[in-house]
């Protein structure tokens, strides 16, 4: 069905030096991940992948979701994400590897035109690809167990603190500290500005 899409492609950073097996428990991650956002996801080659997703002007929060999933597996899993937004056709049967028009293009070109010094970044260019790639920046620094704290705040939105605590088996004061040194406050004001939330 033809639509508006979040088109996220990616591919796992330094995959050779994970077992089949972790490669993967690494990709299962995100596909469980983008179900929970309602997206599509597909592997991709070896280590590569895909997701579609509705509402696309979120992507830049799929993608951080996507990112925290993976780090929570442990300090050494990261992938790449390039992002684009816009008009794509799925087919019937829903997979996003025979998926097609200019949002999973630009996504999949993207991709391979990042150099090696960037790890997420925004087809759109502009404002956009600078919030993405400042959120690049502060994503990779990521532990696992900051990445938990922040995948469940980041979705759904508007969950608080205590129930991501709860979730967790930790204190709310163990998810605010690690939401701080995550640099979560500030990712947050710029996905509500970017996102158009109140």
């Given at each position: 069905m033809s639509?508006?899409?979040?088109?996220?492609?990616g591919?796992?950073?330094?995959?050779?030096?994970?077992t089949?097996a972790a490669?993967?428990?690494?990709?299962?991650s995100?596909g469980?991940?983008?179900?929970?956002f309602?997206g599509?996801f597909?592997?991709?080659?070896?280590?590569?992948w895909q997701?579609a997703?509705?509402r696309?002007?979120?992507?830049l929060?799929?993608a951080?979701?996507?990112?925290?999933?993976?780090?929570?597996?442990?300090?050494d899993?990261?992938t790449?994400?390039?992002?684009?937004?816009g008009?794509?056709?799925?087919?019937?049967?829903?997979?996003v590897?025979?998926?097609?028009?200019?949002?999973f293009v630009?996504?999949?070109?993207?991709l391979?035109?990042?150099?090696a010094?960037?790890?997420m970044?925004?087809?759109?260019?502009?404002?956009?690809?600078?919030?993405?790639?400042?959120?690049?920046?502060?994503?990779t620094?990521?532990?696992?167990a900051q990445?938990?704290?922040?995948?469940l705040?980041?979705?759904?939105?508007?969950?608080?603190?205590?129930?991501a605590?709860?979730a967790?088996?930790?204190?709310?004061q163990?998810?605010?500290?690690?939401?701080?040194?995550?640099?979560f406050?500030?990712l947050?004001?710029?996905?509500d500005?970017?996102?158009g939330a109140p």
């Amino acid at each position: 069905m033809s639509d508006s899409y979040a088109v996220l492609t990616g591919d796992l950073m330094n995959s050779t030096d994970l077992t089949p097996a972790a490669l993967d428990a690494a990709l299962g991650s995100l596909g469980d991940a983008a179900l929970e956002f309602g997206g599509v996801f597909a592997r991709r080659g070896g280590d590569g992948w895909q997701c579609a997703a509705p509402r696309p002007g979120n992507a830049l929060r799929y993608a951080l979701i996507l990112r925290a999933a993976l780090r929570s597996l442990g300090k050494d899993h990261a992938t790449r994400i390039a992002i684009a937004a816009g008009a794509g056709t799925l087919p019937a049967s829903g997979g996003v590897n025979a998926a097609h028009g200019p949002a999973f293009v630009a996504s999949g070109r993207l991709l391979d035109a990042l150099p090696a010094h960037v790890g997420m970044a925004h087809a759109a260019g502009g404002v956009l690809d600078a919030a993405t790639r400042l959120a690049d920046h502060i994503s990779t620094g990521w532990t696992p167990a900051q990445a938990r704290s922040v995948r469940l705040i980041l979705w759904p939105k508007g969950r608080i603190r205590a129930d991501a605590a709860a979730a967790l088996g930790i204190t709310r004061q163990a998810v605010d500290q690690a939401l701080w040194s995550a640099g979560f406050p500030a990712l947050s004001d710029a996905l509500d500005l970017i996102e158009g939330a109140p």
